[in-house]
C-alpha cells in the first residue's frame, strides 16, 4: 500500500489459505465487503508475508474470488456445502450469489434428484401464488433448508395452547395470516417460547424479524416491513397468546377457545417500521380484525 493506494496484485490469508488475485476482481462488486476494504477508505496494512490476513475459514473463498472473476458460479451439488458457501457470501456480501443461490431453478436439478419440492411453501393454504412464496424466500435471510409446516390453527386448533405445543423450541419460524382478504405475517430467526421470567412474560431482542403483506386493502404489492433498529423487541412470548411481533402489538394474533374464533390486533411503528405513505393500520385497514386462519412454517432439520 503506497499513499493509500493498493498494488494491482493483493495477496490474500483468508484464515491459513493463500489467494492471489487483482484488485480489480476483489473490487468488482462495489457493495461488498471487499470492495469496502480495499477502497483505500481504510488503513489496512499487510502482514509480514505481505499478504491481508482475513479471519475467516477459507476453504470456501476460492468460490467467491472464482464468481468475481467471471461473474458465474459454479458449485458443488452437495446441499451441506452449499449452505456453508451460502454463509460464506452473506459475510463477504456478495450479492450476485446470494440472489442467484435463492433462485429456486439453481436447487431445481438437486432438490428433484432427493425427491424434495423446488418450490417454497408449497404446504401452504393461504400463501397460493408462487409468485409470493418466491418472494418471501428472497426476503428471508440465507438458511438453505427447507421451510416446512409446522401449525395450521385450522387443522391443529385454534387455541394459543395448541400453538405453542407444536411451535415453541423449533428455531426460525415464518408466521403466514389470512384475514378476510388480505395476506400478511411476520419471521423471527429465534424460537418462540412459553416461559416466564420473574411472574413476567418474554419480550425477544432481536435484529433479523420483519414483517410482510403480500395482499393488504391499499393494493401495495409484496411489501417487507423490517425491524426498527431502535426498537429492537422482535417478539413476545406468552402462553396465553398466538404469534405476537413487536413491542407494542405491532402484529398479534389472539387465538381464543371455545368456539375457536380467533381475532388479531395490529398497530405498525412501533417495532416495525410502516411503509411509506401508509398507516399504522396497514396490514387490515384496522386495528382489530378477524383471522380467518393463520400458518407457522420451520425449518426442516
Not at 137 to 153: D, E, F, G, I, K
Not at 174 to 199: A, E, R
Request: aromatic fraction near 12%; hydrophobic fraction near 35%.
Amino acid at each position: 500500500m503506497n499513499g493509500g493506494m493498493y498494488s494491482s496484485t493483493v495477496k490474500l490469508n483468508v484464515g491459513g489459505h493463500y489467494f492471489t488475485t487483482s484488485l480489480q476482481t476483489l473490487t468488482k462488486d462495489p457493495d461488498s465487503m471487499l470492495a469496502a476494504m480495499f477502497s483505500g477508505k481504510f488503513e489496512m496494512r499487510p502482514s509480514e508475508d505481505g499478504a491481508f490476513f482475513i479471519d475467516r475459514d477459507g476453504t470456501h473463498f476460492r468460490f467467491i474470488l472464482n464468481y468475481l472473476r467471471t461473474g458465474k458460479l459454479t458449485l458443488p451439488d452437495e446441499e451441506k456445502i452449499l449452505r456453508e458457501i451460502e454463509e460464506e457470501a452473506d459475510f463477504y456480501q456478495i450479492t450476485g450469489i446470494i440472489n442467484e443461490l435463492k433462485e429456486p431453478s439453481f436447487f431445481g436439478s438437486s432438490l428433484q434428484a432427493n425427491n424434495k419440492s423446488p418450490e417454497p411453501f408449497q404446504e401452504s393454504k393461504i400463501l397460493t401464488s408462487i409468485e409470493h412464496c418466491r418472494v418471501l424466500q428472497a426476503w428471508l435471510p440465507s438458511l438453505r433448508r427447507t421451510w416446512v409446516l409446522l401449525y395450521r390453527a385450522s387443522r391443529d386448533g385454534s387455541s394459543a395452547e395448541s400453538f405453542h405445543s407444536k411451535c415453541d423450541n423449533k428455531g426460525p419460524t415464518v408466521t403466514i395470516v389470512n384475514s378476510v382478504n388480505n395476506i400478511f405475517g411476520g419471521f423471527t430467526d429465534m424460537p418462540w417460547m412459553s416461559v416466564t421470567f420473574l411472574g413476567r412474560v418474554t419480550w425477544v431482542t432481536q435484529s433479523k424479524a420483519f414483517l410482510f403483506s403480500m395482499v393488504n386493502p391499499h393494493g401495495l404489492g409484496p411489501t417487507k416491513m423490517p425491524i426498527n433498529k431502535i426498537h429492537l423487541k422482535g417478539f413476545y412470548c406468552d402462553s396465553s397468546l398466538g404469534p405476537k411481533f413487536g413491542g407494542q402489538r405491532d402484529l398479534e394474533i389472539i387465538s381464543r377457545d371455545g368456539e375457536g374464533n380467533i381475532s388479531g390486533f395490529s398497530h405498525l411503528g412501533r417495532s416495525f417500521d410502516t411503509p411509506p405513505g401508509q398507516q399504522a393500520t396497514f396490514l387490515t385497514g384496522k386495528k382489530k380484525f378477524k383471522v380467518t386462519d393463520y400458518e407457522v412454517f420451520g425449518l426442516h432439520e
